[in-house]
């Protein structure tokens, strides 16, 4: 086994380790509880400990293998957290809002049913914004959670306690998800990695809910995981996607999809419109693309199409939808800075409203098939995520400028969202300390090839979560 203490271990490892029998599922989910009542007094990644049930459920995997001899799932014992915007039975459903603090879930959420089937271990429920619509961590009834690498910086949003909890070593998987960037930014801001599933992917549905969701944010809203090691997030993934029918955008495939053949293309692009790339984020950029053809993949430099206008159109439109069916709930339940920020959102991305919202909707397609067009021919596209280096933790908060830069220049984030496709960010450089996070766009329900270009690239970039642990926080 390796020397590393158990916390620190990738889910893939304990698992193995579990299923093997040289470590326990009691031992593997003490160690991460431990390890977060140590540490998350300092991240406030996790807002409800289940730390004690966790152990108990633990024993009782421990007592069914010891019965059965082979373990419940290919998860078997491995601690996990789960965002506070999902229902986990028994457990509040928030969403960040304190005045939501006293939903109770009625059963669990199919991602979490689909967890817990596969053998993950729940110890904890995970901080996220007022409405999980910041690209930061912060509310009024938890409180703000911190950047695993450096306090200043935000730890990303909305999933920031996913990725700050997971970097910590609290839970070897992150469970989170992303309607414009939150499984991709806190990524990027922690040097964790992700995919962001395509739509049909991963079941979504919370039987907390009072209504159905706009049509928008059924279509651009989807379920994932966050994790240390891309091996992690492939497992995840693969957990999370057994069929549900409370979900009807579910689409049941196998996770992998045929062979291509020959050397798979990848687009790369350094294009930020009328923005400035950091110098740091073109040289992670260039460190990737010299991984993925260390790796075998030829590597083309094209700028795929209409980026910039699928990015603004699909965010105005989802502004639009926002305004019209939550806008009442932002302003009666909302706190003042989740209202001046929504304010300075709506300043940037004025909202489509009536006719003008349908015509946004419907331009959805003429985006998607010029991509999937595209994707003929490169399979693959590498692009900037952010156009700098991770922000301050209240940058987005600090009137339009700071929402500008945070939100103001995410076109590549919004724009995967609006056309449903997959998107993965792995780190690829650092600056002033901090992870500097890429992102890798594949063809629709090929997730699995955004996987394997992921993982050529951690293969020669390294494990950031190993640089952050050797630091001995």
Request: glycine fraction near 10%.
């Amino acid at each position: 086994m390796s020397e590393r203490a158990l916390w620190q271990l990738s889910a893939c490892e304990l698992a193995e380790e579990i299923a093997a029998k040289r470590v326990s599922a009691e031992e593997a989910v003490t160690a991460n509880v431990e390890r977060m009542r140590a540490r998350n007094g300092a991240i406030n990644a996790v807002v409800d400990d289940l730390g004690d049930a966790a152990i108990d459920e633990a024993r009782q995997l421990d007592a069914r293998m010891a019965a059965t001899g082979a373990p419940v799932g290919p998860l078997h014992g491995v601690p996990v957290t789960i965002k506070e915007n999902v229902d986990q039975k028994g457990r509040a459903t928030p969403n960040g809002v304190a005045a939501f603090k006293d939903i109770i879930a009625p059963d669990d959420a199919p991602v979490v049913k689909n967890l817990k089937k596969a053998g993950a271990i729940v110890i904890g429920r995970t901080n996220t914004p007022e409405f999980s619509f910041r690209a930061t961590t912060d509310n009024e009834l938890h409180g703000r959670t911190f950047n695993p690498w450096a306090d200043w910086a935000s730890p990303g949003g909305s999933s920031g306690g996913a990725s700050a909890a997971v970097m910590s070593g609290m839970g070897a998987l992150a469970h989170g998800n992303d309607i414009g960037g939150s499984l991709r930014f806190p990524s990027a801001a922690t040097g964790a990695t992700t995919v962001k599933p395509g739509l049909g992917r991963v079941p979504a549905y919370n039987p907390s809910a009072k209504a159905e969701r706009g049509l928008l944010a059924q279509i651009m809203s989807v379920q994932g995981v966050i994790a240390r090691e891309v091996r992690d997030v492939r497992a995840g993934l693969k957990a999370l996607i057994a069929y549900d029918p409370h979900d009807p955008w579910m689409v049941p495939m196998p996770f992998e999809g045929p062979v291509e053949q020959g050397p798979l293309r990848v687009a790369v692009t350094r294009d930020t419109f009328e923005f400035d790339l950091h110098p740091a984020v073109e040289e992670a950029i260039m460190k990737a693309a010299d991984c993925l053809a260390d790796a075998g993949y030829e590597i083309v430099e094209i700028d795929p199409p209409l980026v910039r206008e699928c990015g603004e159109i699909g965010y105005r439109a989802l502004m639009g939808e926002v305004h019209a069916l939550m806008g009442s709930d932002i302003d009666k339940y909302g706190s003042d800075t989740i209202k001046r920020i929504f304010e300075d959102y709506f300043s940037l991305f004025a909202p489509f409203e009536g006719t003008e919202l349908l015509a946004a909707m419907a331009k959805r397609a003429h985006f998607t098939r010029e991509w999937l067009v595209f994707m003929q021919d490169y399979p693959l596209v590498l692009t900037p995520f952010l156009t700098g280096p991770v922000f301050g933790w209240n940058r987005d908060a600090e009137g339009v400028d700071g929402a500008m830069e945070v939100l103001g220049k995410a076109h590549y984030s919004f724009a995967m969202n609006f056309m449903g496709l997959p998107a993965g960010n792995i780190a690829a450089g650092f600056h002033d300390g901090l992870p500097i996070g890429v992102q890798i766009v594949g063809r629709r329900f090929r997730e699995d090839m955004v996987l394997d270009a992921c993982e050529a690239v951690e293969a020669g970039v390294g494990v950031m979560a190993h640089k952050l642990f050797a630091r001995g926080d």
